[in-house]
């Protein structure tokens, strides 16, 4: 009835363990951004700050697609990538900073002021960041995957195998 749980030790090692908190760290990094922009100001500095962690969070989650071994940037791998980043960035443009930001438009912030630059700060960081991570991991993912990989297999990619109709 109920499924074993599996000891930490596997977990930490997964590709998923880390393919998770490497998207998580990402949404601290730029919810970091934002209270900080929120509080100092967004000049320069602070947005290249900002940037660099973000995409050094996201580096982890695609060491997690692409790191050498039997699972190597396998279609299920990268796929999780996919839908645990694009979740995380729709979830965070949808419900945060769009609100957000017309919230603070609407009771009279200046377009200029602190609290504007950082909510748009924190989630420019974190789609910008997501999207090269998107592009690297599913770009290069078919060239790191094992020549004798499983999902190699014609037809695996999703799309059904249609015959030519030729007969044999």
Known sequence: MFRELPEPRELMVSRTFWLLCGVGAQLLCALGAFWHAWQHGAPLGTWLVALAACGACQAVAVAAVLWPGAEAGSREITQGHESVTVAVLCLMWIVGVFPAGAVLMWTGHDSDGNEV????????????????GLIIATA????????????????????????????D
């Open 117 to 132: 630059q950082a909510v748009f700060l924190g989630g420019t960081a974190f789609m910008v960041t997501s999207i090269a």
């Open 140 to 167: 290069v993912a078919d060239r790191v995957r094992p020549s004798g990989a499983a999902d190699d297999a014609p037809g695996v990619s999703g799309l059904p195998d249609i015959g030519d109709g030729g007969g």
